[in-house]
């Protein structure tokens, strides 16, 4: 059995001084196998005190080898040693194993996925849970001398011990205490170990059963805990410098492929604060196997000194597991298997992980006469946004609240538009928003209402639509006529309440004017015959309405009766004049409530970067009505819903705001209000308000048409795309006029297709399920080249996958302001830190690591994977840090910069991420936990790489072995396999 040495390191004086302990199979074997020299160098020791003395050193002992075995993920066999063939090879061998240990450790994901597999595997349901809570063994001792003298429960024994004990008893089990209960995929474990005494003479020193009880955490050990991850070996001899340099100091965990190499002679500048981890190789000294100067010598007792580095404070355990996805993860020699399938999972991966690929990107219109295609250009496609605007069964098309257009101006009043929409398909999401605002002469008000891009609720008249779906604007607001009706047109109400109805509706038919002709006359009335009622003055004066004013003119002196007709028979050709004027209004009203103007747009699928629009306009002659004459353009905004949406940082307008990301489709660029017109001109005869047909233009006002000569036909709705809004290189098209680059749509995939390759591209496809231990070690480059667009290089093919030649870190990469998530990249052939750089912020996979010469201190915070590294001596001069981002102080400098903030902070906020509550309160609201991890590295693990959350560069998704084909495939996940444990409580005795 390969013996394991965990080597543990204490700082004495300068030099590092390294701890041994030599194990076979699990940490402190050396102490068991060895017990007895231990024990005979304690001079002066009791006899009864060494008895004791054995008793703890067995208890522990089983105590390691059993953490050991459950981190390892053993299956065990009936004597608590290990069952390499974990009682066969099939799935249901394994997964039902009852003593395999890694039961105990299976997350709720990992044991769902079991499930299913196992139901796809054997066509039956599994007959149990995956995860166990229990595993329980009894050993007896007798049976021991059956099994190798190596079994370490025969190294743990001592003959006294293993004399008087008849059995040992182990138990683990899932721990159900509350304060022990888990808060992430780790496990806590409680273990249970029982000597149980014989009946054997001469034991009388044991005085009972032997007992140890622990509680033990076990967490995933993910690579974003490394600062370094080393392919190869790790050579001191790399960081060779003078004793007055700062030198290179890691503060996290260090992983190595292969051996650490120690050098007795020369200094090197270089200390080791955290756990180095050897994987498959040894620690040497030069090129030989390290020995330590003793193993307990009185004057070091279990420590050795070590000069020539730093420190070696955190230990270093040799695993004798190496991580198999090192090797071929830099290899030269692989090749991608032929499958186009490749090419464009990377394309779209890097459209979706990164929308500064669709910056460049426009929208285009070709068509005329309301029927038009709607295409995105650069690769570009539109793409179903789900937040805020999920459709709510059967699929109604989401508009937003208070739509109604009102009038700014409190004298003019009228409510143009509305939107009323409805979907006819299927669609779940909407890919495309549209606005809408309408433009006016009448009274010198241009503009009756803009809409607001940031406040969704003043957004008046505005909506969503899916493919297969169709929303129409009402022109005029239904809920306004109405509300006309009831306030002006209803002949039981009196309209003499300060004008102010009229004042609101003034300038429909003269109907003010009409209404103070009235008034006029039914004063004249009232002035000169106060007594006479009058059935028309009523509808004005309310003064009328009084009782007393019940005589006629008949009821007048015959000399003033002519007069009081007179006046009454004007009171009658004013009301005729007033009813007719409100009469005509009604008949207006009548008009737009049965048969009103409408704009409808109407979308269909063609393919997923096209879309089929038709703009029409229902009952369009109705545009020649009186309360809509004064309309002369209704101006429509389009939003493309696409890549760069589905990464945006505003999620109500799915808007992207940061500099990386403009200008998009829809975005205008720093500051201007260019955007995405579609204009309905309205045209009407020349000196008169009467409606002649609609026009539709661009922002520019150029007509829509299919027949445009330049650019194939394709036209911008923006508005005044001038040639300083240049797309970037590489240029696909040039227009010799104006002499910019024109980026102009390609047919895209089916909308099949491309939901098709989002599914097999995503890691597990809906065709295959998870597999059981399949390897993808040999196409480890391809799980890690996830970032290989460069310039210069367009895939086109798989053999155009391959590592970036060179990265260059820059200071504006690393500036919070100007990323998104965390930066990452992988696999570059050499990492390049320019002299400027202080601070390399992210996850990377680099072949070389090159820190170029400089002038001051260099910190690295995150993960770096390499297999070379090149450090010019002023670099060690000024120093160079390494941490992860779980380490307290990257988390601390993290929050100072800005990078974790809560959201509602300036990036150079004072508060630094302080709450009130505590972070482990049951009682948190849903804003509090989003701004702990807004404040936590957390963050920066949700949105970096995946692979950076794995427990292994060895691959948890990709490509097997052998085979052809490309498509993606997947382990069970949340199947770790790498632990680290934390023993939370200890207790042993003699029961």
């Known amino acids: 059995m390969k013996k394991i040495r965990d080597i543990r390191k204490k700082n004495q004086k300068g030099s590092a001084a390294i701890f041994f302990m030599f194990t076979a199979a699990a940490a402190s074997v050396f102490f068991l196998a060895n017990i007895n020299s231990i024990s005979d160098m304690l001079s002066g020791v009791k006899k009864s005190q060494r008895k004791s003395y054995e008793i703890e050193k067995f208890l522990h002992g089983v105590l390691n080898y059993t953490v050991y075995a459950v981190k390892e993920r053993w299956c065990m066999d009936s004597s608590w040693g290990q069952d390499e063939t974990c009682g066969g090879t099939a799935m249901k061998d394994q997964v039902l194993n009852k003593l395999n240990l890694e039961r105990l450790l299976w997350s709720q994901t990992a044991n769902n996925a079991i499930k299913q597999l196992y139901q796809t595997t054997y066509s039956a349901a599994i007959p149990e849970n995956p995860a166990m809570n229990e595993i329980s063994v009894k050993v007896p001792i007798s049976s021991l001398s059956e099994l190798e003298l190596s079994h370490p429960l025969n190294l743990s024994l001592s003959d006294p011990i293993k004399r008087c004990l008849s059995e040992v008893e182990i138990k683990l089990n899932r721990s159900t205490n509350p304060s022990n209960q888990p808060v992430g995929d780790e496990k806590v474990i409680t273990i249970n170990i029982r000597g149980i005494k014989s009946d054997a003479k001469n034991c009388e020193s044991i005085p009972g059963n032997l007992y140890l009880k622990s509680t033990v955490a076990f967490y995933p050990r993910t690579l974003n805990q490394f600062a370094l991850i080393k392919s190869g070996n790790l050579d001191v001899e790399d960081f060779k410098g003078l004793a007055s340099d700062r030198g290179v100091r890691f503060h996290s965990g260090v992983y190595v492929e292969n051996d650490f190499i120690l050098r007795n002679t020369g200094t090197y500048r270089v200390g080791f604060y955290d756990a180095v981890r050897v994987g498959g190789g040894n620690i040497r000294l030069n090129m030989d196997l390290f020995n330590p100067k003793s193993f307990g010598r009185s004057d070091e007792r279990i420590y050795d000194q070590f000069p020539h580095v730093m420190a070696i404070k955190g230990g270093i355990t040799l695993e004798n597991k190496v991580d198999t996805g090192l090797s071929p993860l830099f290899g030269s020699s692989f090749t991608y298997p032929a499958n186009t399938l490749l090419s464009v999972c990377i394309e779209r991966a890097a459209l979706k992980d990164n929308p500064s690929r669709t910056k460049n990107s426009r929208l285009w219109v070709k068509g005329k006469d309301g029927k038009y295609v709607f295409a995105l250009s650069q690769d570009n496609e539109f793409r179903e946004y789900s937040y805020p605007y999920a459709f709510t069964k059967p699929h109604e098309v989401f508009a937003w609240d208070n739509t109604s257009y009102k009038s700014n101006f409190e004298d003019y009043g009228r409510e143009y538009l509305k939107a009323v929409v409805t979907n006819t398909g299927a669609s779940e999401f909407p890919i495309m928003k549209f606005g809408s605002r309408v433009y006016t002469t009448s009274d010198s008000n241009s503009v009756i209402r803009e809409s607001s ?41 009196y309209l003499d309440r300060n004008d102010d109805l009229l004042d609101k509706y003034k300038d429909l038919e003269g109907l003010k004017q009409k209404h103070s002709d009235l008034r006029s006359v039914c004063r004249d009335l009232r002035n000169d015959f106060p007594d006479v009622g009058s059935d028309a003055c009523k509808k004005v004066r309310n003064e009328f309405n009084d009782p007393s004013k019940d005589k006629t003119c008949d009821d007048q002196s015959p000399s003033d009766k002519p007069n009081c007709e007179a006046i009454v028979a004007q009171v009658t050709a004013k009301e005729l004049d007033f009813e007719t004027a409100r009469d005509l209004i009604q008949g207006y009203v009548d008009e737009l409530q049965d048969t009103p103007p409408e704009i409808n747009i109407k979308m269909t699928p063609l393919i997923s970067n096209k879309q089929d629009v038709e703009i029409s306009i229902t009952n369009e002659d109705k545009l020649s009505n009186p309360l809509v004459k004064d309309i002369d353009k209704v101006r429509l905004t389009v939003d493309a819903f696409d890549f760069g949406v589905e990464g945006s940082n505003n999620a109500v307008t799915g808007k992207r705001t940061d500099w990386n990301h403009l200008p998009g489709p829809n975005d205008p660029q720093d500051g201007n209000t260019y955007r995405n017109y579609i204009n309905l001109n309205i045209e009407r005869y020349f000196g008169s308000r009467g409606f002649r047909k609609v026009t539709f233009t661009n922002g520019d006002n150029d007509v ?53 390759y989002d599914t097999d591209c995503s890691g597990v496809s809906d065709a295959s399920a998870a597999e059981w231990d ?53 696999i570059v052939k050499d990492c390049i830190v320019k002299s400027n750089v202080e601070l390399v912020f992210g996850f990377y996979v680099c072949e070389t690591l090159t820190i170029q010469s400089r002038g001051k201190a260099l910190r690295f915070i995150g993960t770096i994977i390499t297999k070379n590294i090149k450090i010019d001596n002023s670099a060690k001069k000024y120093g160079i840090d390494f941490f992860s981002v779980w380490h307290p102080l990257a988390t601390e400098f993290l929050r100072i910069r800005g990078d974790l903030k809560k959201s509602t902070d300036a990036f150079n906020s004072s508060n630094n991420c302080k709450f009130n509550v505590p972070g482990w309160s049951p009682f948190l609201s849903e804003d509090e936990q989003k701004e702990f991890l807004n404040c936590s590295p957390m963050k920066f693990v949700i949105q970096g790489a995946n692979n950076f959350n794995w427990t292994t560069v060895d691959p948890e998704i990709g490509i097997p072995s052998s085979g052809s084909s490309v498509t993606t495939q997947s382990k069970i996940p949340g199947r770790y396999r790498r632990f680290v444990t934390s023993t939370m409580w200890i207790e042993t005795g003699v029961e």
Do not use: C
């Open 774 to 826: 399949i390897s993808f070690t040999d196409n480890t480059q391809f799980s890690w080249l996830y970032s290989v667009q460069h310039s210069g290089v367009t895939i086109d093919d798989p053999s155009a996958v391959t590592p970036k030649p060179s990265h260059e870190f820059l200071e504006y990469d690393m500036d919070p302001k100007n990323y998104k998530g965390i930066p990452t990249i992988s």
């Open 453 to 493: 891009d940031d406040d969704p609720s003043s957004d008046a008249g505005s909506f969503v639509l899916g493919r297969d779906s169709e929303g129409k604007v009402a022109i005029m607001d239904p809920d306004f006529l109405t509300k006309l009706e009831t306030d002006l047109l209803d002949k039981t109400k």
């Open 704 to 756: 829509l048409t299919d027949t445009n000569s330049a650019n194939d036909g394709w036209m911008l709705l923006k508005e005044d795309n001038y040639p300083g809004w240049q797309p970037d290189d590489p240029p696909k098209y040039w227009d010799k006029d104006s002499g910019w680059v024109v980026y102009l749509p390609e047919d895209g995939m089916t909308i099949a297709d491309a939901k098709r």
